[in-house]
């Protein structure tokens, strides 16, 4: 059981636009950065987001992040084939004293 | 080329010890916070350890505290998780990944390739 709730899955066809939620508590998402990630199969994560809604150079504008009270949402918009991957959020968590991920979700890119 | 590099994984007893190391270089590794992230077959992220840049300060997963120890010496840009008494569970790829240099944020923007430990009988 993560810290941090994300839908296992999500699907929406190419050129479409989808959201990924990540929720958490006052002790992590609400008080601390949220940071997402990529991971395409069999490599290693990539940081798509960082301080809740920055990209990091490099990474595609199609990506953005935001953060309302305890909740973080990942929206990726003009849909790719390539954008088929499994997508985690991360925050640090101020009573755990330790970082804290999401379960992981799934993107299928119909 | 910024880059890290993961080595000492393998086949290990339950009860045994490995030690990882992770290389750094293309940066200066001194300024950098660490971290060691995991990822069991078929499974999430799940933080292992963090470390200063200066090494004073550390913090552990309570799923390792007491097991595993973390290092580093930035005379040789490397990072160091030394693995005690290990279980089933820590069976996983063990990633080491940088901070990013943004205060009050954890992300990791630079990560190693991975190096697997199984932990079997």
């Known amino acids: 059981q993560s810290v941090l709730t994300q839908p296992p899955s999500v699907s929406e066809a190419p050129r479409q636009r989808v959201t990924i939620s990540c929720s958490g508590s006052s002790s992590n998402i609400g008080n601390n950065a949220v940071n997402w990630y990529q991971q395409l199969p069999g490599k290693a994560p990539k940081l798509l987001i960082y301080?809740?809604?920055l990209l990091p150079s490099g990474v595609s504008d199609r990506f953005s992040g935001s953060k309302s009270g305890t909740s973080a949402s990942l929206a990726i918009s003009g849909l790719q084939s390539e954008d088929e991957a499994d997508y985690y959020c991360a925050a640090w968590d101020d009573s755990l004293n330790a970082l804290v991920f999401g379960g992981g979700t799934k993107l299928t890119v119909l | 080329e910024v880059q890290l590099v993961e080595s000492g994984g393998g086949l290990v007893q339950p009860g045994g010890s490995l030690r990882l190391s992770c290389a750094a270089s293309g940066f200066t590794f001194s300024s950098y916070e660490m971290n060691w992230v995991r990822q069991a077959p078929g499974k999430g992220l799940e933080w292992v350890s963090y470390?200063?840049?200066?090494?004073?300060?550390?913090y552990y997963a309570d799923s390792v505290k007491g097991r595993f120890t973390i290092s580093r010496d930035n005379a040789k840009n490397s990072l160091y998780l030394q693995m005690n008494s290990l279980r089933a569970e820590d069976t996983a790829v063990y990633y080491c990944?940088?901070?990013?240099?943004?205060?009050?944020?954890?992300?990791?923007?630079?990560w190693g390739q991975g190096t697997t430990v199984t932990v079997s009988s």
């Open positions: 470390i200063s840049s200066s090494g004073s300060t550390i």
């Open positions: 990944a940088r901070m990013i240099t943004i205060a009050a944020d954890y992300g990791m923007d630079v």
């Open positions: 301080y809740d809604d």
